[in-house]
């Protein structure tokens, strides 16, 4: 009896291509082993005032959301938002450049460019897609771009995207800066792109003279005031307003994650050929735009947040006596002095970072956990950024909470 002879394949054992993550697996197992809650897994079961929430089912004081300016809950913000819902429906379903561009759009962008005085605006999705679009767009395969070694990652993913050289310098190093600048072909498309306040220690560059440095050498410069938008500078407008140099930056990228207390990113700018980028920017071209309600609240907040004299001035306050409370204390501190309003606790390792984080959330309080890559130097990090809407009194709180939980773990 003839027997047919069946060909059988064997699969291959695919390679797996999350083994490269097993190290952070592991380092994560290893933390909850230890008993403690999940610094990265925190639920807010109920948002209740800008600085209040209930997480893990605790009434807790929020001191790490980057709701600087504690717009989320201002009652125009939220009457705009519910209004153009209602009149313009729940989304867009559509990128800017076919059907995704409805009257909000237009006016979220005319807000802005009241708001900073200059003659063009233009809205993304998020912050990450404006750093991810403009950078990319402006500086493609030959072009250098100089920056900041502790930038936003979406700074990087930018850089990466367009292809262009990057150049990287010490962080807020002036000298350093001029080094790497003077050693760039003659001829070459430079942009420098630095940020007002950097995210994880809270400081502020030197925007004076690195925009001055980058302009005698050719460069144009963008300047990223994620996180200085609506608080620093005399009308809110960042770090180059306070510093004076607003004028020769070619362009400032920003957020409504932070001060607007919405979502959003976008460009600003002076340069006449400005509007070009939408049409060749693929990060605002190939996605839907805003929903109309986002887009009314961002720029009803947008044009609160010119009139924010007086809640800058509470911020400042927040922060400096924060910032000292916390000094006394015997906490070591990302500055030496306030520079914004992000506060950086440092904390000796990992471990001991999450049990302080774990005890000061028992206390009620909420702050970041932040460790590399987004921090620098490796470090470990409790991230406290101030809101305006914080009294004087929840700072106070605060203190008594870090004093507590300090001397509990033994880091003070
Ligand atoms: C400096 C900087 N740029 C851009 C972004 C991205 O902003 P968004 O949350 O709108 O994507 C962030 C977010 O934290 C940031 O810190």
Same mark, same amino acid.
């Given at each position: 009896? &003839? @027997?047919?002879?069946?060909? @059988?394949?064997?699969?291959?054992?695919?390679?797996? !291509? !999350?083994?490269?993550?097993?190290?952070?697996?592991?380092?994560?197992?290893?933390?909850?082993?230890?008993?403690?809650?999940?610094?990265?897994?925190?639920?807010?079961?109920?948002?209740?005032?800008?600085?209040?929430?209930?997480?893990?089912?605790?009434?807790?004081?929020?001191?790490?959301?980057?709701?600087?300016?504690?717009? @989320?809950?201002?009652?125009?913000?939220?009457?705009?938002?519910? +209004?153009?819902?209602?009149?313009?429906?729940?989304?867009?379903?559509?990128?800017?450049?076919?059907? /995704?561009?409805?009257?909000?759009?237009?006016?979220?962008?005319?807000?802005? *460019?009241?708001?900073?005085?200059?003659?063009?605006?233009?809205?993304?999705?998020?912050?990450?897609? &404006?750093?991810?679009?403009?950078?990319?767009?402006?500086?493609?395969?030959?072009?250098?771009?100089?920056?900041?070694?502790?930038?936003?990652?979406?700074?990087?993913?930018? #850089?990466?995207? /367009?292809?262009?050289?990057?150049?990287?310098?010490?962080?807020?190093?002036?000298?350093?800066?001029?080094?790497?600048?003077?050693?760039?072909?003659?001829?070459?498309?430079?942009?420098?792109?630095?940020?007002?306040?950097?995210?994880?220690?809270?400081?502020?560059?030197? %925007?004076?003279? $690195?925009?001055?440095?980058?302009?005698?050498?050719?460069?144009?410069?963008?300047?990223?005031?994620?996180?200085?938008? /609506?608080?620093?500078?005399?009308?809110?407008?960042?770090?180059?307003?306070? +510093?004076?140099?607003?004028? +020769?930056?070619?362009?400032?990228?920003?957020?409504?994650?932070?001060?607007?207390?919405?979502?959003?990113?976008? #460009?600003?700018?002076?340069?006449?050929?400005?509007?070009?980028? *939408?049409?060749? #920017?693929?990060?605002?071209?190939?996605?839907?735009?805003?929903?109309?309600?986002?887009?009314?609240?961002?720029?009803?907040?947008?044009?609160?947040? $010119?009139?924010?004299?007086?809640?800058?001035?509470? !911020?400042?306050?927040?922060?400096?006596?924060?910032?000292?409370?916390?000094?006394?204390?015997?906490?070591?501190?990302?500055?030496?002095?306030?520079?914004?309003?992000?506060?950086?606790?440092?904390?000796?390792? %990992?471990?001991?970072? &999450?049990?302080?984080?774990?005890?000061?959330?028992?206390?009620?309080?909420?702050?970041?956990?932040?460790?590399?890559?987004?921090?620098?130097?490796?470090?470990?990090?409790? *991230? #406290?950024?101030?809101?305006?809407?914080?009294?004087?009194?929840?700072?106070?709180?605060?203190?008594?909470?870090?004093? *507590?939980?300090?001397? &509990?773990?033994?880091?003070?």
């Amino acid at each position: 009896m &003839a @027997t047919a002879m069946t060909e @059988t394949t064997t699969a291959a054992e695919p390679v797996d !291509l !999350l083994a490269k993550f097993d190290p952070i697996i592991q380092t994560r197992e290893a933390l909850l082993a230890a008993g403690v809650e999940d610094p990265f897994n925190l639920v807010m079961e109920q948002v209740l005032s800008p600085t209040r929430a209930i997480c893990n089912g605790r009434d807790t004081i929020l001191l790490g959301t980057y709701n600087y300016m504690g717009m @989320t809950f201002d009652d125009d913000v939220i009457a705009a938002g519910k +209004q153009a819902m209602e009149d313009f429906g729940a989304g867009t379903t559509g990128s800017r450049v076919l059907n /995704g561009t409805f009257r909000d759009h237009r006016d979220v962008e005319a807000a802005l *460019r009241e708001f900073y005085a200059m003659d063009h605006a233009m809205v993304f999705s998020t912050g990450y897609q &404006a750093n991810l679009g403009i950078i990319s767009t402006l500086a493609g395969k030959g072009d250098y771009i100089i920056l900041d070694i502790d930038s936003h990652a979406s700074i990087y993913d930018g #850089c990466a995207m /367009g292809k262009a050289e990057v150049v990287p310098f010490k962080h807020n190093d002036v000298e350093a800066l001029e080094k790497r600048l003077k050693r760039i072909p003659e001829g070459a498309g430079k942009l420098v792109v630095l940020e007002g306040v950097y995210s994880m220690m809270g400081d502020v560059a030197p %925007l004076k003279e $690195m925009v001055s440095i980058a302009k005698e050498n050719g460069a144009m410069v963008l300047v990223d005031e994620a996180h200085s938008m /609506g608080f620093i500078g005399e009308h809110g407008r960042g770090v180059a307003e306070e +510093q004076g140099v607003l004028d +020769q930056v070619d362009f400032i990228i920003g957020t409504f994650s932070k001060s607007v207390g919405t979502v959003g990113g976008f #460009c600003v700018s002076n340069h006449p050929k400005f509007e070009v980028l *939408r049409l060749v #920017c693929r990060p605002y071209v190939f996605t839907a735009a805003l929903p109309p309600a986002v887009m009314a609240s961002s720029a009803t907040s947008i044009r609160k947040l $010119m009139h924010g004299g007086n809640k800058r001035a509470h !911020l400042w306050e927040n922060s400096r006596t924060l910032h000292k409370g916390l000094k006394g204390l015997g906490f070591q501190l990302g500055t030496e002095t306030p520079q914004s309003a992000i506060i950086a606790v440092i904390m000796p390792d %990992l471990e001991k970072g &999450a049990m302080m984080w774990e005890a000061l959330l028992k206390e009620g309080l909420y702050v970041n956990l932040a460790r590399p890559p987004a921090t620098p130097a490796g470090m470990t990090l409790l *991230r #406290c950024s101030l809101c305006a809407e914080h009294t004087a009194d929840q700072v106070q709180t605060i203190l008594g909470m870090f004093e *507590r939980a300090g001397r &509990a773990i033994g880091i003070i």
